[in-house]
């Protein structure tokens, strides 16, 4: 997209406006606690997973746009980020992974932080790749059931069931004591 509409725009400050930029997991990075938290691999991003959960979010949601921030590019603004309408295909976000470049590396490769979410709001993703860690925050003001679709296709789980993975997916036994501790005590509902 070269011209920004006030959706663009909106989905944009929602996404960069969901996180804390000085702050990093095992930490919770979401600027408010108004959320229930749900993580998964944040290597869904690259996946055809990815797509069919932002679609389908999208249409649950009700929301027009959705906004990826890489949160370590040089310019997080809003030329520098992916915007796109519910109904984007696989292929055409995978491209846009691959024209969008951090210090010269695809994004599609990059080990670097990304934050998402949509004009509505209702819902926004911290992912730090480096880390192996995703999480999706979901506003306590919306029932989750509504978004349970969604999130068995992203297969995330909440830190109140921690041992409850699915194939393929995040998984709290494979964090440090340490970190599993401190994602238990920081992103408890």
Request: glycine share 6%; charged share 30%; hydrophobic share 40%.
């Amino acid at each position: 997209m070269s011209k920004f509409d006030e959706l663009d725009r909106i989905a944009f400050y929602n996404a960069k406006n969901l996180i804390n930029i000085d702050k990093r997991f095992p930490g919770n990075v979401f600027r408010e606690k108004l959320y229930r938290y749900f993580f998964f691999d944040p290597y869904f991003l690259s996946r055809p997973e990815f797509i069919e959960f932002i679609n389908k979010i999208m249409l649950l949601e009700r929301s027009n746009r959705c906004c990826l921030v890489n949160l370590d590019a040089e310019n997080h603004d809003i030329k520098s980020a992916i915007l796109f309408k519910c109904g984007m295909g696989f292929i055409e976000f995978i491209d846009l992974l691959k024209d969008h470049k951090n210090a010269g590396v695809s994004w599609l490769y990059t080990l670097d932080r990304h934050t998402c979410a949509t004009d509505k709001g209702e819902w926004g993703i911290y992912c730090e790749r480096q880390n192996d860690i995703g999480v999706i925050a979901i506003h306590n003001s919306i029932d989750s059931g509504k978004f349970a679709e969604p999130l068995l296709i992203l297969r995330a789980i909440s830190v109140n069931r921690p041992h409850a993975s699915h194939d393929g997916t995040f998984s709290f036994d494979g964090l440090t004591p340490e970190w599993r501790k401190s994602l238990m005590e920081e992103y408890k509902v």
